[in-house]
């Protein structure tokens, strides 16, 4: 699979090894590291990220504001703001192809045809000055070469697929004439237009109502299960996490802290960060008007991010690791955490 | 200022209806008219919570608005400690300003980027003449010490400060003059889980310490849940459903309030529960289905019978008020209701 001279590969990423020798994942995210020229010097918004999805499942990634979600998404289809943001290691393996090295054309193919994209917000993805049928025909122009006559008939379609109402008179349309709900579907019909092998969804419903942001997920998990395509779900939202992801990434300042199937992790949450999570959130069953629990302090700036656990840094305490990274280590089968002894482990656990 | 009859609401809102007018055409004439909020009726005790919930464009933020009078009513009553407040002119309204504040959803809008944190806080202070230079400059290191700020933060800009941080911000503006009343219009809408529970418990404290009665609006009923003694649930400008926080989550009678909590995603992903999709969006308050609105977005079967017909709350259970609708209730609550 690998095309990298694999003992290179090996040095840099050694700790990760195990992670997928058994795998073979549609994706497969390997130390991953992501950075951003600034005026305080190099900052690395991602400091080491690995995953892999295997095709038809969902793989959510959970994590606060700034800890990195978006910049793994971007990094994947080489979407970051240039100059300033650059890929500076890892490798991205998308069906045996590294998606770091291969040429800038071959992307183009990729990013809207083999891989779809839906980000947050509806009305920035979406162009206000021409009508949606022309945008959504784009894709069909570009990636299957169809005439402007055949490619708005299949937009048409596509709008029907995402179960837009009467698609022949919406296709006319300007973005401003549509619900927040129905920009979204909009989105959703461009990025699954060419029936992609992997969608990557970046806070899909943050915008919307809670009644819209049902009505969407239940249209993503339907589409998915039709045409066996992967999803990467991007959210803050550990409800939607838990309701529509078959595997969890829980990233915390740039890196992963844990890893395992979702039911796995919400029953058996091992890192102090990931129960922290889980257990501030206000739940229908909690007593009314009692005091939450909560996670206390704050993230680091990245230009001040520790090298060691970042989770320590956090609650202002001494890791006994000191300066060293923490090992990302499989604790039971598929369930990954990062091995800080403060965070996970005996008597981090007996406190808890 | 005068105080509020004992036992009687601290808040009263009776009939509250907020047009606005649609104007097109050349001349700008009237065309129509958005019923953003059409008859509304509310109370709120001290020290007590009302949860304001609904999807957007129900006209939650409009109501607050109305309500503390930075909208003026097209109709209806807003009484505050007894007195009514309604058509008060600007300088009559000042000191009822000092009772009633705002907490906003978005805090980087909603402070100002020119000013530091200090001129910020105190701005409140100046406006209503609370004290001299020295005493302000206390009062604001006090506000920042109680709402969880580092001591040096009065000379920063909000800019500086991260979304929880700014939210706090907002909140010890709100509070500097000792309100009695604060509407918080989605105060958490907009952050992070860990710090979503921070100002949660921060509000939590300072109502009882201070004994402060919130009006709060979120479209997330977790939280709207956690935080209130009532909820009130709204569906294009009109209440549809009003009870205890508990029985709004036990025993929802409405269905439009069955398939929001129903929409809530839970984070349990060994829970088996039944969803109930709505279709399509919230319908355009500007021409509002005749009969009942939510049955006309369901396509209920019974829907013509509601054109013309009463559909105000009535009490179905001791303290739960829900809009007598044939197509919003249940056989046996509908025969209740009869």
């Not at chain 1, 980000?119 to 162009?127: C, G, I, R, V, Y």
């Not at chain 1, 919406?170 to 461009?190: E, K, N, T």
């Not at chain 1, 992609?196 to 993503?220: C, F, G, N, R, Y």
């Not at chain 1, 959210?235 to 838990?242: K, Q, R, S």
Request: include cysteine.
């Amino acid at each position: 699979m690998r095309k990298e001279n694999p003992d290179k590969t090996a040095v840099r990423h050694n700790i990760y090894e195990e992670h997928d020798s058994e795998r073979k994942g549609l994706l497969t995210v390997r130390g991953l590291v992501s950075a951003f020229d600034t005026e305080r010097g190099l900052l690395r918004a991602v400091d080491g990220v690995s995953f892999s999805v295997d095709r038809g499942k969902t793989l959510g990634i959970v994590g606060e504001s700034g800890c990195g979600k978006s910049v793994t998404a971007m990094s994947l289809i080489s979407l970051l703001p240039r100059p300033a943001g650059r890929v500076l290691e890892g490798e991205v393996l998308f069906k045996g192809e590294d998606l770091q090295q291969v040429p800038e054309k071959r992307l183009h193919g990729i990013r809207g045809g083999e891989i779809g994209t839906i980000f947050q917000e509806p009305m920035t993805a979406l162009n206000p000055v021409h009508r949606i049928g022309r945008q959504v025909s784009e894709v069909f122009r570009l990636h299957k070469q169809m005439d402007k006559k055949e490619a708005w008939e299949a937009a048409i379609e596509a709008l029907r697929m995402t179960r837009i109402p009467s698609p022949e008179i919406r296709v006319g349309d300007y973005p401003h004439q549509l619900s927040g709900g129905m920009r979204q579907r909009v989105v959703i019909a461009m990025a699954l237009a060419c029936q992609p092998d992997l969608l990557i969804a970046d806070e899909p419903t943050t915008a919307l109502d809670v009644t819209v942001q049902a009505q969407i997920l239940d249209l993503i998990q339907g589409l998915q299960a039709e045409m066996g395509m992967a999803t990467i779900l991007i959210t803050h939202d550990l409800g939607v996490i838990a309701e529509n992801c078959d595997e969890v990434v829980v990233m915390y300042a740039g890196r992963v802290v844990e890893r395992a199937p979702v039911v796995e992790l919400f029953a058996n949450p091992l890192h102090a960060y990931t129960r922290g999570l889980l257990n501030s959130i206000p739940r229908l069953s909690l007593p009314p008007k009692t005091e939450l629990n909560t996670i206390p302090g704050m993230v680091a700036a990245l230009s001040e991010m520790a090298s060691g656990c970042r989770f320590c840094q956090r609650m202002e305490r001494e890791s006994s690791l000191g300066d060293e990274r923490p090992e990302f280590r499989e604790i039971s089968p598929g369930h990954w955490v990062e091995e800080c002894p403060e965070c996970y482990g005996g008597e981090a656990h007996e406190a808890a | 200022m005068s105080e509020a009859r004992p036992g009687g609401p601290l808040l009263s809102v009776q009939n509250l209806k907020v047009h606005f007018p649609v104007r097109s055409g050349l001349m700008l004439r009237q065309t129509g008219k958005v019923k953003a909020v059409d008859g509304v009726a509310l109370e709120i005790g001290e020290g007590e919570t009302v949860g304001l919930v609904g999807e957007s464009g129900c006209g939650k933020s409009t109501l607050a608005k109305a309500v503390v009078r930075l909208l003026k009513p097209n109709e209806g009553t807003v009484t505050f400690g007894g007195t009514e407040i309604t058509a008060l002119a600007p300088r009559v309204l000042r000191p009822f300003r000092r009772e009633m504040q705002m907490i906003f959803q978005d805090p980087v809008e909603s402070l100002n980027p020119r000013q530091s944190v200090r001129q910020i806080i105190e701005e409140p202070l100046v406006i209503h003449r609370e004290g001299d230079a020295g005493a302000r400059r206390r009062r604001v290191d006090e506000l920042l010490e109680r709402v969880g700020l580092p001591p040096n933060s009065g000379e920063k800009f909000a800019f500086e400060f991260s979304g929880g941080q700014r939210q706090r911000i907002g909140i010890a503006r709100a509070i500097a003059l000792n309100p009695r009343f604060i509407v918080c219009d989605e105060p958490v809408s907009a952050l992070d889980v860990s710090v979503q529970s921070q100002i949660i418990n921060l509000l939590l404290e300072l109502q009882s310490e201070m004994g402060i009665s919130y009006l709060f609006i979120a479209h997330d009923l977790a939280v709207v849940q956690h935080i209130s003694d009532q909820v009130a649930v709204m569906y294009l400008g009109k209440i549809v459903e009003l009870a205890s926080a508990e029985a709004i989550y036990q025993r929802p009678c409405h269905a439009y309030t069955k398939a929001l909590l129903s929409a809530i995603p839970e984070a349990d992903p060994a829970a088996e529960r039944e969803r109930i999709l709505l279709e399509g969006d919230v319908p355009s308050p500007i021409n509002p289905p005749a009969g009942s609105a939510f049955g006309h977005r369901i396509s209920h079967p019974r829907y013509e019978e509601t054109i013309g017909m009463d559909l105000s709350l009535v009490e179905i259970e001791s303290g739960h008020w829900v809009a007598r609708d044939p197509c919003c209730l249940s056989e046996e609550d509908w025969k209740k209701v009869q």
